[in-house]
């Protein structure tokens, strides 16, 4: 079956300008989170979501990143004024979302973002 | 959140038994151990888990100390697919924490032809 996707794969911007990135989770999982991996690092938790609501956006690192899950199936992540600081591989990742700590979660290929 | 101490990297050979170790000493009693593995221009993918018996499933199986306090994942028969980099991650049942996951380093994993 299909897996999380997540677009586009690559995405180059200047700084101050803003971007949306895109995730497909798969059909049926009310869970999803995004996270951020800088090179060399492991991914960093930024937010999960249960259906439409953020339950828990304690990573987000400033007010310029936003998430939004309008139907409760893709995800849209929103940096405004990006940095070159913001340059990282943002992953998405989806879970049934049934039994929280022992649910696994699939991984999207993530988006490579690069700040000028 | 309770930390987990992974070695930097470690080396196997082919069709060789690999076994991956963690330290957890400040595990709580509702921690469950995950390993996640990332391959190489991938995202992580579910490896296993478990709370206090030993596992297996079909990429592994994971032996959890008694004190809970150090876990290994073993690869029976390494591959060169199993090149990649491998996260031991503690994730606590209930609380704010909920389903978050929260990668260290990782080990990374070369396996050698």
């Known amino acids: 079956g299909a897996g999380v996707s997540q677009t586009p794969s690559n995405k180059v911007t200047e700084k101050g300008k803003y971007v949306e990135l895109r995730c497909d989770p798969i059909?049926?999982?009310?869970?999803l989170y995004w996270y951020r991996q800088s090179l060399g690092q492991g991914p960093e938790f930024l937010i999960y979501?249960?259906?439409?609501?953020?339950?828990?956006d304690s990573g987000l690192p400033n007010d310029r990143f936003f998430a939004v899950r309008p139907e409760g199936s893709v995800s849209t992540l929103k940096i405004q004024r990006t940095e070159r600081g913001d340059s990282a591989v943002y992953l998405c990742?989806?879970?049934?979302?049934?039994?929280?700590?022992?649910?696994?979660?699939?991984f999207g290929p993530g988006t490579r973002l690069t700040v000028l | 959140d309770a930390k987990t101490t992974q070695p930097n990297s470690m080396e196997s050979n082919e069709e060789e038994p690999v076994h991956l170790p963690c330290n957890h000493s400040?595990?709580?009693?509702?921690?469950?151990i995950h390993w996640y593995r990332q391959l190489p221009s991938q995202g992580p993918e579910y490896v296993i888990h478990?709370?206090?018996s030993n596992v297996n499933n079909r990429m592994a199986s994971l032996a959890i100390a008694e004190d809970r306090k150090s876990s290994t994942l073993i690869l029976h028969r390494a591959t060169l697919r199993d090149a990649a980099v491998y996260y031991c991650?503690?994730?606590?049942?209930?609380?704010?924490?909920?389903?978050?996951?929260?990668f260290g380093q990782g080990t990374i994993l070369t396996v050698h032809p």
């Open positions: 990742a989806s879970s049934f979302g049934g039994s929280g700590v022992t649910d696994t979660q699939y």
């Open positions: 059909s049926g999982h009310t869970a």
């Open positions: 979501f249960q259906g439409t609501g953020a339950a828990d």
């Open positions: 400040t595990i709580s009693g509702t921690d469950y």
């Open positions: 478990g709370l206090t």
């Open positions: 991650i503690l994730n606590a049942a209930g609380g704010t924490s909920y389903g978050k996951l929260t």
